[in-house]
């Protein structure tokens, strides 16, 4: 039986296309992801994201803790309410999970996990505590939901309908939370554009979405988001990385802190490693559509190998197709490569990711 948001009957209402994604009945799309996708690029859309998990650590040992289990330095956060973007990594330096990571307070970080490695994230996490933090509290918030309001117009549209929170959030920078009321508001996003994601208690949730949705921000489904964070060059987890991909293979490697003298699972992998391949973009010069696990000819192939598409689609920003790549080093940006696709070499050129930012076309 697939898991449910609380905003299941919500979606239903208004005709979406569900769709079993990992285990949870969420919408596609509610009639047009196109206009979906250029709902959130020129003015506000929202997401239900209630299918990742928050999980609170609570404790003396949180800091301490955390400076084993992932690869960035917790050491950074200092200020409350700033988050930080990591990856937590097995004893071979493959990515377990992606994640951000809050910091409240000394004795309370809360963990923002994928919703399809959830349970494996609360396996490998207790596992772990038991050895490094034995008298830490884990605390799962499965009765949380959360809804991503994203666009230029996001935030302008959230203070209309709780116009006593823009006081506390107009000065957050992105990576930056508060607390307001049952409201924990972070300027964090997975589009590409400004927004904030919103925490709030789960039988709170169909009440601000309908509010949200009565000002003008338009509902959007799984295919948005998705062809909105490719064209963001952000990973999505299992396609782009996974427990056999270590964060530099990812295009990662920048979450990675080596310099710092404390030990992280994964660390000795890490250092061992030589790395051969790198995640780029791709912009189709021919017509056709670029998919995952597509091969990629280089002028590097016939001594280090073929590359290969792990997110590709069409962007609507671009009005072309374009993908995430993983190539072997020495692959430069604006080199041409060819792509197999049904037995044809289509051409396409190596590019800089992110494709778009904030509204504007990047490549």
């Given at each position: 039986m697939l898991k449910t948001t609380a905003l299941n009957a919500t979606h239903r209402a208004l005709q979406a296309k569900m769709v079993d994604f990992g285990g949870w009945d969420m919408p596609l799309h509610y009639g047009s992801q196109l206009d979906e996708h250029h709902a959130v690029r020129r003015d506000a859309g929202m997401f239900d994201v209630s299918h990742m998990l928050s999980v609170d650590l609570h404790g003396e040992q949180a800091r301490q803790f955390l400076r084993t289990l992932v690869?960035?330095?917790?050491?950074?956060?200092?200020?409350?309410?700033?988050?930080?973007y990591t990856c937590m990594l097995n004893p071979t330096g493959g990515i377990i999970d992606d994640l951000i990571i809050y910091f409240l307070s000394e004795s309370w970080f809360r963990l923002v996990v994928n919703a399809g490695t959830a349970d494996k994230d609360l396996d490998w996490i207790a596992q772990q505590s038991k050895q490094y933090a034995p008298e830490?509290?884990?605390?799962?918030?499965?009765?949380?939901?959360?809804?991503?309001?994203?666009?230029?117009?996001?935030?302008?549209?959230?203070?209309?309908?709780?116009?006593?929170?823009?006081?506390?959030?107009?000065e957050l920078?992105?990576?930056?939370?508060?607390?307001?009321?049952?409201?924990?508001?972070?300027?964090?996003?997975?589009?590409?554009?400004?927004?904030?994601?919103?925490t709030l208690p789960a039988d709170q949730a169909v009440d601000f979405w309908q509010k949200l949705h009565a000002v003008g921000v338009v509902p959007a489904g799984l295919g948005a988001r998705d062809t909105l964070r490719l064209e963001a060059g952000m990973n999505l987890y299992g396609q782009d990385m996974d427990e056999t991909i270590n964060p530099f293979e990812a295009g990662l490697?920048?979450?990675?802190?080596?310099?710092?003298?404390?030990?992280?699972?994964?660390?000795?992998?890490?250092?061992?490693k030589t790395v051969n391949q790198q995640l780029v973009?791709?912009?189709?010069?021919?017509?056709?559509?670029?998919?995952?696990?597509?091969?990629?000819?280089?002028?590097q192939t016939e001594n280090a190998g073929e590359g290969e598409i792990t997110s590709g689609g069409f962007s609507p920003t671009l009005n072309q197709s374009i993908?995430?790549?993983?190539?072997?080093?020495?692959?430069?940006?604006?080199?041409?490569?060819?792509?197999?696709?049904?037995?044809?070499?289509?051409?396409?050129?190596?590019?800089?990711?992110?494709?778009?930012?904030?509204?504007?076309?990047?490549?």
């Open positions: 690869a960035n330095n917790i050491d950074k956060s200092t200020v409350p309410g700033k988050a930080l830490l509290t884990i605390t799962p918030r499965r009765d949380l939901a959360m809804i991503a309001v994203q666009g230029p117009n996001a935030r302008a549209k959230v203070w209309q309908i709780i116009p006593d929170c823009k006081a506390d959030t107009e920078k992105p990576f930056q939370s508060v607390t307001h009321g049952d409201y924990f508001i972070a300027r964090t996003g997975y589009t590409g554009e400004d927004g904030f994601e919103i490697g920048w979450t990675v802190d080596l310099k710092s003298e404390r030990d992280f699972i994964g660390k000795s992998a890490l250092l061992a973009g791709l912009v189709l010069l021919d017509k056709g559509v670029l998919r995952n696990h597509q091969k990629i000819i280089t002028q993908a995430l790549a993983r190539v072997p080093l020495g692959v430069a940006v604006g080199e041409q490569v060819y792509v197999e696709v049904r037995n044809k070499q289509l051409a396409a050129k190596i590019v800089k990711y992110p494709f778009v930012r904030n509204g504007k076309v990047l490549v």
